[in-house]
């Protein structure tokens, strides 16, 4: 597709169970970050993945979240024993590159609204 | 807290002025880009400026970097009611993470 897609757009969980959040990034895209945003306020990063490796991953909020990226495209953000806390929406974006002296245009998805009750 | 600070939180202007939006850093960075978010159209890339620049101009945005203060801003000129968002500034630090401010929400009244 042409712009950054995810799925699903909304998810409502009961506390205590396993979410799993998909991203599909632009083709040909090689930086790949994940984030979170809960009601009115700013974007809180969580990891980014170069290729498949996410060389830092202590922006997750807890050993509960998890993510993974296979074929330098998909990536998926798993939560565990989801907390009433971890609703928010959790937003993915994509780059062309990341550099030292890149960072490049971030594109963003349009989301996954997660409600845990 | 590595975040960026923008102020001001809420900005209020008539159609045809002028919006400033300041944003604050704590990291050194390798460069600062600025961000719209309105319900419609997502979070939308406006422009980026690198920490080795003092200004830099897109259409009726002009945005200005002082790393010695740590400091940006967003200037909108001619604003229009369209231009009604959230605007988030966002560093890429030189441990390359990305850090979004908590946002200035501009409305532009018609």
């Known amino acids: 597709g042409a712009g950054v897609s995810q799925s699903p757009s909304n998810k409502v969980t009961e506390k205590g169970k396993d979410v799993e959040l998909r991203c599909d990034p632009i083709?040909?895209?090689?930086?790949l970050y994940w984030y979170r945003q809960s009601l009115g306020q700013g974007l809180e990063f969580l990891i980014y993945?170069?290729?498949?490796?996410?060389?830092?991953k202590s922006g997750l909020p807890s050993d509960r979240f998890s993510a993974e990226r296979t074929g330098g495209s998909v990536s998926t953000l798993t939560i565990q024993r989801t907390q009433q806390e971890d609703s928010a929406v959790y937003l993915c974006a994509s780059s062309r590159y990341l550099g030292l002296a890149g960072g490049g245009e971030q594109y963003f998805g349009p989301g996954t609204r997660l409600t845990v009750t | 807290s590595q975040q960026g600070e923008e102020d001001p939180q809420a900005l209020s202007i008539q159609e045809g002025e002028n919006a400033t939006m300041n944003c604050s850093y704590k990291t050194s960075i390798n460069n600062l880009q600025w961000y719209r978010q309105n319900s419609g159209r997502g979070l939308v890339h406006l422009i980026l400026i690198r920490s080795n620049e003092r200004e830099k101009h897109s259409g009726r945005l002009r945005v200005t970097l002082d790393t010695s203060k740590k400091s940006s801003s967003l200037l909108i000129t001619a604003s229009r009611a369209a231009d009604t968002a959230s605007y988030f500034c966002?560093?890429?630090?030189?441990?390359?993470?990305?850090?979004f401010g908590t946002g200035t929400s501009l409305t532009v009244i018609p």
């Open positions: 966002a560093t890429l630090s030189t441990g390359n993470q990305f850090y």
């Open positions: 083709s040909g895209h090689t930086a």
């Open positions: 993945f170069q290729g498949n490796s996410a060389p830092d």
